[in-house]
Structure formats: C-alpha cells, structure tokens
C-alpha cells in the first residue's frame, strides 16, 4: 500500500498567486513526520518544510505553509505569491519507522509545478 | 558550504560494468543514505548507514553494495551494472535521532548503462 500519495502529476499557477499542492499519507505510527523537497531542473533536492504528527500549529517557512489536517491524514505544501523560480518538481515524504528501529524518509511519487508569467 | 558531495555527477557504463559512487558529507552527520530515483517514482531507499560502522539495506538493495569508510563517507558500489539500474542515485545525510531534521542531499549522479 502506498504510504504516500500525491495526485496531483503536474500543476499550472499564474505568477503572485498561490497554490496547494497535495500530500496524503497512510501510516499507524503515531509520532510520524512530514517533509516537503524541491527539486529543480538542475536535479538537487532541496529541503522546504517540516511538520510534526505532535505540532499544534501548521508549519510556515516564508511563502511556504503546510495545510495540515491529521484526520484527514493530508499534509498540503501552499505556496503563496508564486514566482516563476517556484517552477520544479514537488515531493511530499514520511518519516517510517523501520524494523531495525531507525527511521527513514518514504517519498510520493512527485507534482510538477509550472508558473507562468 | 559544501553540504553532501557526490562523484561523478554523471557516468556511462557497459552492461557487466563495475562502478563506486562516492559520497561525502561534512556536517558531522550520524546517518548517511543512497536513493535511486527513477521516472514516476519518486525515490526510493536503497541502503543506509544509522551511523559510522553499521549498515543496512533498504528497500531496493539488490544489486548494490555500499560502505561507510569512516564518518564522513559513504560509497555505493555497483559490482555488475545492468540496464535497469539506469537511474539518478541521490546521497543523503541527517542527524541521528532528531525527528524534525531533514535529510540533506547531494546533487545526483546521473547513471546510464548500456
């Protein structure tokens, strides 16, 4: 079963508006983890934003939020006032805990952001 | 600030090929990790170190071997490439045991086999 679903291929968004890209997870863990990467054309991955299964507030990093709705086991990446470096692939990952114990990141098959001007 | 290093950032190889992908952090991270990832796919884990001396295989390790050479470094080694092993693999590295830190990536190496 997959953990992590993002079902959202590609989005299109005009340049300075905002857009939610979703992110649902499947896990019985009670203490779990949410992140969000991007990755731009050029390949690297870089870190977003991070939401703890504990937190009592949505997290926020600048123009990204995360709409977080656990019982609805949603973790959705809003990205405000969208401009036109914004455009790259999105992905929504779980930490897991493995059966040795230590933790791993399970990652969602991606969304492809596009701005236009 | 350097961050994770991976080498080469691209390679060819023949089918029965050998071939080590290098990686190295330096932020005195605990846990290092290898991904491929593949169109459609997402990442995918393919062997991990929690920390200097130990590893462990992921979810897709068939095919692969890795070492960590000491704190800093940690290689995943292709002892006979195939075609379906074509794939960008990206390091990774992270505190151990802070659950709200993320895992910090290289920039991929870019593998095709033939």
């Known amino acids: 079963a997959q953990k992590i679903t993002q079902t959202q291929p590609g989005m299109f968004v005009q340049e300075k508006e905002a857009v939610t890209l979703d992110c649902t997870y499947d896990t019985s863990d009670p203490s779990y983890g949410l992140f969000w990467y991007k990755q731009p054309s050029s390949g690297e991955m870089i870190f977003l934003i991070y939401q703890g299964s504990y937190d009592q507030q949505n997290a926020t990093e600048g123009r990204y939020s995360l709409n977080f709705q656990k019982a609805r086991k949603s973790a959705n990446l809003v990205i405000s006032a969208s401009q036109l470096g914004d455009s790259a692939m999105y992905f929504c990952a779980m930490r897991e805990l493995m059966n040795t114990g230590f933790q791993k990141l399970v990652f969602g098959t991606g969304t492809r952001l596009l701005v236009s001007p | 600030n350097a961050g994770v290093t991976q080498t080469p950032k691209f390679q060819v190889l023949k089918t029965g090929q050998s071939m080590t992908l290098q990686c190295a952090q330096d932020?005195?991270?605990?846990?290092m990790y290898w991904y491929r990832q593949d169109p459609g796919m997402g990442l995918r884990l393919i062997y991990y170190s929690a920390s200097e001396g130990t590893t462990d295989k992921g979810e897709v390790p068939n095919g692969y071997n890795v070492s960590r050479l000491n704190k800093r470094e940690f290689s995943l080694r292709l002892e006979s490439a195939a075609p379906s092993q074509t794939s960008v693999y990206f390091c990774?590295?992270?505190?151990?045991?802070?659950?709200?830190?993320?895992?910090?990536f290289g920039d991929g190496t870019r593998l095709s086999i033939l």
């Open positions: 990774a590295s992270s505190e151990r045991d802070k659950r709200n830190q993320p895992q910090h």
């Open positions: 932020m005195n991270h605990n846990s």
